[in-house]
């Protein structure tokens, strides 16, 4: 029986989008920031060069935080990202000195962090109609500060994931964000499904679907070596599109297409070198 270890753990056909995104980091570590839209279909492979680069940053020193924007109707939304984000900073800024004490004080307030222990972190549930979470960071202004301040110390990588999933409040909130990237050393990245989600004046990377010869040696790094079905492999290729993690969920079936309504539809291949 096949089991297959995992998502692969290879990057593969994205040359050209890492080469962008190394470009960007190298400016941001010289001290000029810049935003990134990584925009593509689901399971292309969006969040896997966000992370690529989060982990590239971080290995350079540069401080990365990073929030998940769920979909519509979500608790928390619209409001959830933007204190995932604020919590996130406020972990990565934990050891800032005593004279950005008053600041972070304020922050950990607002977000209930500071609530004795067994009380509610919030008076009263958030509704994505009221908008019941504190002002501050409902208004993307308190974020904004903690980044700013994050970058008085190091360079700083913001990533939003999903960003087509956010309300209006969260995307406010991440162009004010890439506003600031041009007077400050910030990499601001979203992901998203389409273009017209991409950040204010971001640099679009597009990764496209993957040829057939790459899909081939993708399934053959999620078994690492394991003798793979000519069958098998055959049906993963025909039927991912190209999509990486498609493909690896149909490896993990065993091949078996599952098409419930709605589903991820096939695309058109660039190759099948």
Known sequence: MLVPTGLSPLLLEREHESAVIAAALGSLLSGSGAALCIVGANGIGKSRLAAELARAAAQRGAVVVRTAVEPDGSAGEPFGALEGLARAALAAGASLESDRARLFARARAALGLDAPTG??????????????????VASGGLVLELVEQLCRRRPVVVVWDDLH????????????????????????????????????????IEPGPLTDRSVRTLIASCLYGSPIPAA????????????????????????????PPGARSRRPRRARA
């Open 119 to 136: 009380a509610s972190r919030r008076a009263e549930p958030v509704s994505p109609v009221s908008g019941s979470l504190t002002e501050p």
């Open 165 to 204: 999933h956010g309300w209006d409040e969260t995307r406010a909130a991440a162009a004010l964000l890439t506003e600031a990237a041009s007077r400050l050393p910030l990499l601001v990245v979203s992901t998203s499904v389409s273009s017209s989600e991409c950040l204010p004046g971001g640099t679009l």
């Open 232 to 259: 098998l492999v055959e049906s993963v290729v025909d039927h991912s599109g190209g999509v990486p993690l498609l493909a690896e969920e149909l490896l993990a079936a065993g091949g078996r297409v599952r098409s």
